[in-house]
């Protein structure tokens, strides 16, 4: 019988975690809850491995719910001569595609091919011939007419000679992390949120654990394991500088704006260069509405804060979108939300290179027993898990890496006949984002709690499911995560307050008090990091309690008794 995430709530499975801490041993400690992280805990766990993952913040709090949402065979680095990577890319994409039909999905590019512009249709459509033959289907054709007034009304046309399109897919990235981490849960992995690695535990010069600080309660304890994976995106190098390591990590800023779709109506994403500096930008339909991206700039800001858009970005992505679509006059009052995320690129640190020129293949160091993984793309998770297992091998007992390879990422889910009420592609969806559970998520609502929210994909029947089995702590995670509705409605859908008050209070038991500090919480993280500059909110007008923790101890405990030997960063 299938427990949804978790069976227990929060609190007794953070209990469950703490009374255990001295006689448990585990496995493997996984920490990052992003889907680098999430990959890494569902195949130890389909490895029969005992596996903990914590999380300093909320599930996919980092990039994994700031993404450019694409999953993708990487046609720009086949282009930029990274075959590999986009043969991996391309495979795993159609796994994706195979097994969660409902929450990867295929979406149909169009490039514009303008005179004298680099690459001309003939270089394009040879590279695009390379990149079907790696997916074994042809997945594009050329076009030379019609452009304008049906495949993407309102495009430029000056110079237009012809557009190309081709396949790739589209995901709520925060969903699927969830989705990863529901599975590994159904087959006995551990996990927690609000939970900080606060420092690395050694014995003999071995990292045998963690130290980690519960977020909520401030409680602190120790927990054991035979390795631990430190899956922590830009904060990687935190982490391995307790151990004297090398930074390795370029963080990369990539902003996004998202307008209604009435207001950039697309039946395609559409990919094009920005007129200043000739990068490839993209606008796609994602969720209803119309998605501007994405920048591609060093992240020199404290990692503790979250990122949010600059006013040169936001000028940056309008000025490109109006050059592609000139008739649209898009406008900062067009403007529902904006959010940022950092790209954690494996680099010397050395920026004599390009942001968009760094290499994103995943790195992986075994340090004294901490095995660290950056970089990658949100397609191939599967294939970076794999790659850590392999590494951390000779911390664990025997896993058979061969069958790991070759099996299901997630289990086959058996269609239902009593939600006739819903259309097939609303079964679809809920099968694939709850995976075994949504047979229970449909009987536990009424018909009329699946009517969308809005323009959105989302129902008032899923949010009653997340709050009682999906670990919510705050309202972001309500609205920002386990739902995308904070970045789909105006002023972060405040318009849902009222009707959400008696859910959270009665799933999460909150008193009115505590429902006002959360609603005070949640409308000052949205001014300040998903909503344009000249709205913003100053950094030292944020309440504490919305600011992100980080790993920022520079200190090892040792197991012999001795005090923490301090690490200079």
């Not at 809850?33 to 569902?42: M, N």
């Not at 011939?129 to 054709?141: A, L």
């Not at 969720?287 to 000028?315: F, K, R």
């Not at 536990?444 to 997340?466: D, Q």
């Amino acid at each position: 019988m299938c427990q949804p995430l978790t069976s227990l709530s929060r609190a007794q499975q953070l209990e469950k975690i703490q009374q255990h801490s001295d006689s448990t041993e585990w496995d493997m400690i996984v920490i990052g809850g992003g889907i680098t992280g999430a990959g890494i805990l569902l195949t130890a766990s389909q490895a029969g491995l005992k596996v903990l993952l914590v999380e300093q913040q909320d599930f996919a709090w980092g990039a994994s719910s700031k993404s450019s949402k694409m999953v993708h065979g990487g046609l720009r680095y086949l282009g930029s001569g990274q075959y590999n990577m986009t043969k991996d890319a391309v495979t795993e994409r159609q796994k994706l595609l195979n097994e969660l039909p409902g929450l990867v999905t295929p979406l149909q590019f169009l490039m514009g091919h303008y005179k004298y512009q680099f690459p001309g249709p003939l270089v394009f459509n040879s590279l695009l011939s390379i990149y079907d033959w790696i997916g074994g289907k042809r997945n594009h054709r050329y076009i030379n007419n019609g452009i304008g007034n049906f495949h993407a009304p309102g495009i430029e046309q000056s110079k237009l000679q012809g557009a190309t399109q081709f396949a790739d897919a589209v995901t709520d990235d925060a969903r699927l992390v969830m989705r990863v981490l529901q599975e590994a849960q159904d087959l006995g992995g551990t996990v927690m949120n609000y939970l900080s690695a606060e420092q690395l535990i050694k014995t003999s010069d071995q990292v045998t654990g963690i130290r980690v600080a519960d977020q909520v309660s401030g409680q602190t304890f120790s927990l054991t394991a035979k390795v631990v994976v430190n899956a922590t995106g830009p904060w990687t190098d935190k982490l391995r500088q307790q151990l004297q390591a090398k930074k390795a990590i370029r963080p990369l800023r990539g902003s996004h704006l998202i307008v209604p779709s009435w207001r950039l109506p697309l039946a395609y994403a559409v990919s094009y260069f920005h007129p200043n500096d000739k990068r490839p930008i993209f606008v796609f339909p994602w969720e209803n509405s119309s998605v501007i991206g994405t920048t591609d700039l060093d992240h020199d800001e404290d990692l503790a804060q979250q990122p949010c858009i600059s006013q040169s970005e936001v000028d940056y992505l309008l000025s490109g979108i109006n050059k592609q679509f000139p008739q649209a006059n898009i406008s900062e009052a067009d403007v529902i939300s904006t959010y940022a995320g950092i790209r954690p690129v494996v680099s010397d640190n050395v920026r004599n290179t390009k942001p968009s020129n760094e290499k994103r293949e995943h790195s992986i160091w075994d340090e004294q027993g901490l095995i660290s993984v950056a970089g990658g793309k949100l397609t191939t998770f599967r294939l970076i898990a794999l790659d850590v297992l392999t590494a951390a091998q000779g911390y664990l007992p025997p896993i058979d890496l061969t069958a790991l390879r070759n099996q299901r990422l997630f289990k086959h889910v058996d269609d239902i006949h009593d939600g006739s009420f819903l259309s097939q592609s609303q079964l679809q969806r809920l099968q694939s984002c709850y995976g075994q559970h949504y047979p229970d998520l449909i009987k536990h609502a009424a018909s009329h709690e699946f009517k969308p929210i809005a323009h959105t994909n989302t129902s008032l029947a899923e949010l009653k499911w997340v709050l009682q089995h999906e670990m919510v702590v705050h309202l972001d995670d309500l609205l920002l995560r386990r739902s995308r509705l904070g970045l789909l409605l105006p002023k972060g859908g405040e318009q849902l307050f009222t009707q959400l008050q008696p859910l959270c209070q009665t799933a999460l038991h909150w008193n009115d008090s505590q429902w006002q500090q959360e609603v005070e919480r949640y409308q000052t993280m949205i001014q300040r990091y998903y909503s344009l500059p000249k709205s913003r909110l100053p950094k030292d007008a944020l309440p504490k309690h919305s600011k992100a923790s980080v790993n920022n101890s520079d200190s090892v405990v040792k197991n012999n008794d001795s005090p923490a030997t301090p690490v200079a960063s």
